[in-house]
């Protein structure tokens, strides 16, 4: 045992020693000049807006940017609630770019989506556009192969990865658990910002990342998720917090990383990159052809838009971590507090994770404290609904808090949520008979979470949602939004936990319009609604078990009484939907147990061992 332990620190300390180094400046030169000698320079246009579709989409925003002044900005403003539109308003505005396209994300798969988008942003560069794509290394791409590709595959497409392990694009288990030993705080720290950004005009921005289940096409598990597209003044402050990320010492080229340098260097005949191979090609041909259909457009994103005045985009600067006291390193996490602790009558908030970091925490104590406490009511995950049960586990640990200290009205969206699925056969119903894959062309499927660390491509499996015991296409909350007084709302990608207060960088937009403000709190109540979401309200129980639950929760270890202070409930047939503090609610609710629909599972043990033990590593999580 002594001998396997000592096997171990030599591997680790070698692997270290071996993946601490970076590439040279010499092969950075070599690469480089590869690149620049084997890049297509070819154009697929020779007219001078480089054959841009008309958009109606651009042209809104176009003009709101010219009837602005620094006095009165004006905006255009369109909530993506809806998957479908929310991927054909990318489609749509890659197409009609004239000039450049940038785009920042969290995780790039080789899926569908994935695939869809990057082969839209080359056709994009193909034709005069320059695309530049900064993904964060530990989510993204991840095959120093497709990399080699890209890197060669036109002038006008620069791609960067944001803060990559041991200098690679692609992080094996060993290096994974090499890297939280050696440089965790540096390892710890991830670029969570979601942005696509054309002509400098008009963005996209919010929570969805570029893979299936972000847009409802994963088969097994798909987010409810949101975006917001903004046109106008805004712009250019998401041209400028792009600029910053871009240039920052952690965002990488790739001829920079040590994986993609040695493909680059070493293979003697570089291949172009491959046409994309679908699962569903039906699907994926329908969001094409609908990203220029004129009707389906007004239909479904100029009719929903607003004209409006003040919006405002916020983002933390790369910095965020390395400059831990440094107010403007956080700025977005810091003015959202500010907006949240202003409230005077309700504070609606969605949000996957409910862990609250210390300064949430004394936010919504100063709020309770006042003379008159708005109502704060909270959408999120069910153990049942998430992909990250070690985080649920620490939010089931302060449940009582969060009910009784902050008076929170807790809903939690059940994993079969008759909403999204209603939703998602609407989109599908056209869809028709699927064709599967070539062979030899099976996409490969990541299964990771935004979770951070325990997102791993290495730990796919323990990232998997808990089993059930009903069987059907599951539905995740992964929207993160908050309203206020309905005078102003946000859509971004902070989680309101202490990852994204102190870790992860984060991005948004604030709009200050009550018309926007009333449809995003439609669109989160409606995910309340008891066909959407269990209630979590205070357990009937006895004096005496509820003071051994007390007391037992307030152990940071061996917190294992099974009986919470609070449980979930479901509406009673024939109910109307009530408050949990309503005299009425317990007539009208029945109690369905802490974890509802879950079945019995390793992960379900994992929750209650992380709720006993684990509430130390809340940062982590």
Known sequence: MRQRGIAFYFLLVAILTISGCSVSPARMRRADALVAAETSHALDCDQPDHCAINSPLLAAAQQAMADSTAEQPVHVVTLLNDSEAAMVARLNLIR??????????YIWDQDDAGQLVLNELLKAARRGVKVRILADQLFSFGDPVELERLATAHENLEVRLYNPTFHKAQTSVVEFSASIVCCFMTFNQRMHNKLLLVDDTIGITGGRNYQDRYFDWDDDFDYVDRDVMVGGPAAKAMAASFEKFWNHKRSTPLTHLRDVNGQLLGDKEPKPLPPPHYTHPQRVARVQSESEDGDWLDDALVSETLRTGRVDYFSDLPAKTEQPQERQAREFTA?????????????????PYLVLSKRAQSVFARLRNNPSPPRIIVSTNSLASTDAFAVYALSYKHRKHYLKEDGFEIYEMKPHAAGPAEDNAEASADEGPVAPAQAGNKVRRRMGTERGLLGSRGLTKRNRPAPLITPGR??????????????????????FDPRSDHYN???????????????????ILRDTQPENAWVVAPRQQSSLSMAIGDVSASLPVFDLWPYRYATSYDLKAGCTPMRPSDPGFFSCYTPVGDFPEVDVSQKLIYTRLITAFGAGVKGVL
Do not use: C, P
């Not at 003015?335 to 949000?351: P, S, Y």
């Not at 599951?474 to 902070?494: E, T």
């Not at 960088?505 to 669109?523: K, M, N, Q, W």
């Open 96 to 105: 009609a770019a004239q000039h450049s396209i940038d785009v920042q994300t």
């Open 335 to 351: 003015h959202l507090m500010r907006l949240i602790g202003a409230a005077k009558e309700e504070v609606v908030l969605q949000t």
């Open 474 to 495: 599951r539905f995740g909350l992964h929207a993160k939004s908050i309203v206020v007084d309905d005078d102003f709302a946000m859509v971004g990608s902070h989680n």
């Open 505 to 523: 960088t984060e991005a948004g937009v604030i709009v200050y319009d009550a018309r926007f403000a009333g449809e995003l709190r439609e669109s």
